[in-house]
């Protein structure tokens, strides 16, 4: 099993999700009649959860992309451990890992937030009085739902890619000393 | 340094934060007098999300101090590494590995949800015409807004441990070939 095989195809498939993700958020909209002649036109921008989550996904989409492009001369070429002295670039190592770690958290953390406030949205709040939201905007919220899917799974494979890239780093440790490199 | 004292601070920590957030949120409560007669209680269980962080942080406190009470015969035995034999628990080791990682996923999914919600109690929406509640129930709210501070420092802590977890187990790996364990 090829490690680096498995995360280029890991980092592909969560980048094309996220801009998935996106693209179903940013373009949904849908117009209705309310009351006489009232017209209300629902988007992404009527809530801030949404709008946040389409701004991090795309931008978690594009880290993985540059991460993949980038990965032969900085990070990987390092992790493949043979030809190249393991040495040569531990701080670009670690770089690569916490950035790996904060875009799974941060992804997470916007996913979640969206989530809970579709949630309010479907449901309402009786003691709130906030009124329901979904049952006038079906379609849009529909769409949303679906959006929120597939960012549930783009979250899945990113935490995957991050217990890949752990993997790649931790295990060039020692197992006895603490944070000493592993004699080659 | 010495990993297994680092790792039961960073337990005994979070796991107090976490058992203080539950705490805050579980036990605020604001009486107030509505319009002419009307009296409300605010609690946490006009909130889902709140009700949802209360349980999670709980069973998070209880997970990390059980871990703690039954490491010594369970997971970290296998960790020291020097006096008992590397290959003896390798299943064990994975499964605390992923017991802590769903912890920390978990909490922190619950954490962002209960943020997003009562920023939306702070801020209310105009456009779907929710009122704030926050006005009111000031008191109330900042208690919450303390308690969800707290359940960030937990978070942050619990994420270290799941990167000391994933460095216990993967240090154990050869370098060079994939998820073989290292030559003793």
Redesign the interface.
């Known amino acids: 099993?090829?490690?680096v095989k498995t995360e280029s195809f890991l980092r592909i498939s969560a980048a094309l999700l996220l801009v998935l993700t996106a693209c179903l958020v940013g373009f949904d909209s849908q117009t209705k009649l309310l009351f006489y002649s009232i017209v209300r036109k629902a988007t992404f921008r009527?809530?801030?959860?949404l709008i946040v989550l389409v701004w991090v996904d795309s931008v978690a989409a594009g880290y993985n992309l540059l991460h993949l492009l980038f990965k032969s001369s900085l990070c990987s070429s390092w992790f493949k451990?043979?030809n190249i002295p393991?040495v040569s670039h531990p701080y670009m190592a670690w770089f690569c890992f916490f950035l790996d770690?904060a875009t799974v958290?941060v992804v997470?953390?916007?996913n979640?937030?969206?989530?809970?406030?579709s949630?309010?949205?479907v449901?309402g709040?009786s003691?709130?009085?906030?009124?329901k939201?979904c049952n006038r905007f079906t379609r849009f919220c529909v769409q949303i739902g679906g959006a929120l899917l597939c960012g549930l799974v783009a979250s899945v494979l990113l935490?995957a890619i991050s217990?890949l890239s752990?993997?790649s780093?931790?295990?060039?440790?020692?197992?006895?000393q603490?944070?000493v490199l592993?004699s080659r």
Chains 1, 2 share one sequence.
């Open positions: 099993m090829d490690t009527d809530m801030n959860a451990g043979k393991m770690q958290y997470f953390a916007a979640s937030a969206a989530m809970e406030a949630f309010l949205a449901t709040s003691i709130f009085q906030w009124m939201v935490t217990f752990a993997f780093l931790f295990r060039l440790y020692s197992p006895n603490f944070l592993k």
